[in-house]
Each structure stands twice: as structure tokens, then as C-alpha cells.
């Protein structure tokens, strides 16, 4: 599986490249085909970030991923 940097990540917001991708837990997500995140914007968050620590204030639960392509992983520094 691909790995990816947050920088590379950053790209996929929607404005800077087509691609609109977001990682919860290590892991990345095409999210370029939900309506829910059209130009790159979900509610209050944005596209091209981690949205681990997020995902409490949201309406709906981790599995809502399940639904979206995993694109590669997200590289963590050490």
C-alpha cells in the first residue's frame, strides 16, 4: 500500500488537486464522490487532513469510512 506524507495529503483538498481525500487512523480515503464533501468541505471540517481526533464531535461513527476507497497510508514522524 502506497504510503503518504500529510504534505502529499494536503494536496488532496479539493482546491489544489481534484482528489479529495481525508485520513482517519493511519489509513486514507478517496472521498471525492460523496456530496457530503463537495469542494473539499464536510460541516466545519476540510479535506486533505487527519480526522482522528474529529471524529468524536461527529454525528456518525467510525464506519462511515467503510463506504470510501482506501487510497494508501498516512506516514506519522517519529
Do not use: C
Not at 494536496?11 to 485520513?23: H, I, S
Not at 461527529?58 to 464506519?63: D, G, K, L, Q, W
Amino acid at each position: 500500500m502506497t504510503e503518504f506524507t500529510k504534505t502529499q495529503l494536503a494536496l488532496r483538498n479539493g482546491q489544489d488537486k481534484p482528489e479529495v481525500w481525508v485520513a482517519y487512523r493511519g489509513l486514507i480515503y478517496d472521498v471525492s464522490a460523496s456530496k457530503m464533501w463537495r469542494n473539499g468541505k464536510h460541516y466545519e471540517h476540510w479535506a486533505g487532513q487527519d480526522l482522528t481526533d474529529e471524529l468524536k464531535d461527529a454525528p456518525h461513527t467510525e464506519r462511515v469510512f467503510e463506504k470510501f476507497q482506501v487510497i494508501g497510508t498516512l506516514h506519522v514522524s517519529s
